[in-house]
Nanobody, 125 residues
């Protein structure tokens, strides 16, 4: 069964950090572009970051640049999103997604065919 499973979400205070993981099963990630999206209540799904195979290229939406870092460990079939200096506006359900052959210049949800179930990130004091 092909699936992506996110983990690592939770409750954190403003200024805190979390590391999200996206683990694949049923297929290997090494040839896939992986993206992270987030969706807050009442808002559209937003592309946060992506990374191409062999970490050749990465992309971040302006609002997270300098605070979030995407990385991949193909040996573990896992992609990570390190989130530092979290703000209340970062609170959302975070999803990872995967697809082949994407350049990662932008992060658009319709381009991705494999999706995880999401993990909740809450930023509150």
């Amino acid at each position: 069964q092909v699936q992506l499973v996110e983990s690592g979400g939770g409750l954190v205070q403003p200024g805190g950090s979390l590391r999200l993981s996206c683990a694949a099963s049923g297929f290997t990630l090494d040839h896939y572009t992986i993206a992270w999206f987030r969706q807050a209540p009442g808002k559209e799904r937003e592309g946060v970051s992506c990374i191409t195979p062999r970490a050749g290229r990465s992309y971040y939406v302006d609002s997270v640049k300098g605070r979030f870092t995407i990385s991949r460990d193909d040996a573990k079939n896992t992609v990570y999103l390190q989130m530092n200096s979290l703000k209340p506006e970062d609170a959302a359900v975070y999803y990872c997604a995967a697809d082949l052959g994407l350049a990662c210049a932008v992060v658009r949800a319709p381009l991705y065919t494999q999706w995880g179930q999401g993990t909740q990130v809450t930023v509150s004091s």
